[in-house]
Structures are given as C-alpha cells and as structure tokens.
Nanobody, 124 residues
Framework: VQLVESGGRLVQAGDSLRLSCAAS????????MGWFRQAPGKEREFVAA????????YYSDSVKGRFTISRDNVKNTVYLQMNSLKPEDTAVYYC??????????????????WGQGTQVTVSS
C-alpha cells in the first residue's frame, strides 16, 4: 500500500490539528493502521493505531485523551485528530500500514509500509 500524509503545519500550543493519510494500492480495509512521530534527535515514537474496521484503537500515554485516530474505509483514509497540542508534540508524523494483524500494535517493526511524513510544529 502507498501512503501519503497531509495536514501538518505550524500551530500554537492549545490548538487543534487533523492529519490525514490517504492509502492506495491495496485493500485498505484489510490493513491495520498506525501513526508514529519522530522529533529531531529522537527515536520514532508510537502515537496511535486502529484496527481494520476501526472498532479498536490504541494510544500512547503521552497522547491519550488528546488525540483520536479514526479511519474511513470508503475514502481509504486514516485520520489523526490532535487537540490541546503542546510544544512537545512537535515532530514529523508518519502513518504506517500493518498487513499482518488486526489488533492495533505499537511496535514500529510490525508495520510494512510507511508514508513520507508531515511536519507538525507547535509553538509555545
């Protein structure tokens, strides 16, 4: 599957932002999806994941209660709604596809395809 993220930009602390990830090339409803992020000088970090149907979601503790992952299997798109943004949320955000498991997984090595990333910058 090919993945293209969009929606990243410069925002202020406390703002909201929605990222999108458009998928093509594979039956989208047959892959679980995840969002990861990577800040300068840091390792890639799990953010959220959603099962194939969208019924199950999983979040890192750092974003739980502020971010929401969802998907539209008709539009072949996964979203990340980010509320109450903080400067520490600044990073390049990547979406990724997991071909093998329907249960949302947090380890990056479980994911088979990645997008190119979209930059989110949160100013204080």
């Amino acid at each position: 599957v090919q993945l293209v993220e969009s929606g990243g930009r410069l925002v202020q602390a406390g703002d909201s932002l929605r990222l999108s990830c458009a998928a093509s090339g594979r039956t989208f409803s047959m892959v679980a999806m995840g969002w990861f992020r990577q800040a300068p000088g840091k390792e890639r970090e799990f953010v959220a994941a959603v099962s194939r149907s969208g019924a199950r979601t999983y979040y890192s503790d750092s974003v739980k209660g502020r971010f929401t992952i969802s998907r539209d299997n008709v539009k072949n798109t996964v979203y990340l709604q980010m509320n109450s943004l903080k400067p520490e949320d600044t990073a390049v955000y990547y979406c990724a596809a997991d071909y093998d498991s329907d249960f949302p997984r947090m380890a990056y090595y479980n994911y088979d395809a990645w997008g190119q990333g979209t930059q989110v910058t949160v100013s204080s």
